[in-house]
């Protein structure tokens, strides 16, 4: 995978900029990002899979569709889709795996950790990716006209298919027809049901059969190989600056989590930050 280091926020968007100029970018397909805070330990894998809990991955999504409707609104029992992008905006683990079409919110992940003036330990890293690339390496075809690479999730298929992992089914037939799953992950655009999914213009991978990294799975590719799928590394000693230049530029807390928590964790941060205090 290719790799660059960057120590400022103009120097990443500056390669962002430079190094997806021949991704597809117009109103409905644009470059994916994603942000980590450790560039070595965190690999591209659903929490599902580096959570240890896939072997019950059934019994949890069944057990937060029995209790959740006691909580608040809930999508319809029919749309298990939206019960799958549901339980990811909560932390239930999912083989969903979180991208976002704004760099800038894929920065603010990976360098959150400066939020609570803890000691930065590791180098941090900002994943940029091609989603059509991904979707036509799985068998997706792609028209301009009805972006067919960018499957609907509630229609019948394939994709509906390999979202049924989460719920059991994934081997049922249906009307007496035998659907395949995808083996490989796949790019997929989310419903709208929480918040959140707008602030943070969310999108998903999601894994199907094989249940290794990303990167694993496509390393011999041309997915990898050819710069759909980018890595830029921050130095750890980079991360804190990186993230007070977020900061200044309006990208915190409140921009990504709207809620009253988040406003809380953005004023904390900000008169720390302006009396120089520590968590």
Known sequence: ?????????????????????????????????????DALQHKLLPSIFRSGFEGKEFQITKK??????????????????????????????TRLLDWSESALTAAFFALEKAASFGTIQS??????????????????????????????????????????????????????????????????????????????KSCFTLHGGDERPIEEIFANEALVQTGSLLKFIVPKEHVRTMFEELHRLGVGCSSIFPDLDGLAKELKYSFNTARGGRH
């Not at 962002?16 to 805070?37: I, L």
């Not at 209790?67 to 019960?83: C, H, K, L, N, S």
């Not at 960018?150 to 089914?169: D, E």
Request: hydrophobic share 40%.
């Open 1 to 37: 995978m290719q790799t660059k280091e960057i120590k400022s926020i103009n120097e990443f968007v500056t390669a962002v900029q430079s190094d997806t100029a021949e991704w597809r970018n117009d109103g409905f397909v644009r470059p994916w990002f994603r942000g980590v805070t």
């Open 64 to 93: 937060f569709r029995l209790v959740a409707p006691g909580f608040g609104e809930t999508p319809d029992p029919q749309r298990i889709d939206q019960w799958l992008f549901l339980m990811q905006h909560h932390g239930v683990p």
């Open 123 to 200: 180098d941090a890293a900002i994943f940029a990716l091609d989603p059509e690339a991904l979707n036509q390496v799985a068998g997706l075809k792609f028209k301009q006209e009805d972006y067919d690479c960018f499957p609907n999730t509630w229609v019948q298929g394939r994709t509906l298919q390999t979202i049924k992992f989460a719920f059991g089914t994934h081997k049922e037939p249906v009307n007496g027809m035998q659907i395949h799953y995808f083996e490989q992950p796949i790019a997929i655009y989310p419903s709208t049901v929480h918040p959140r999914v707008t602030s943070q």
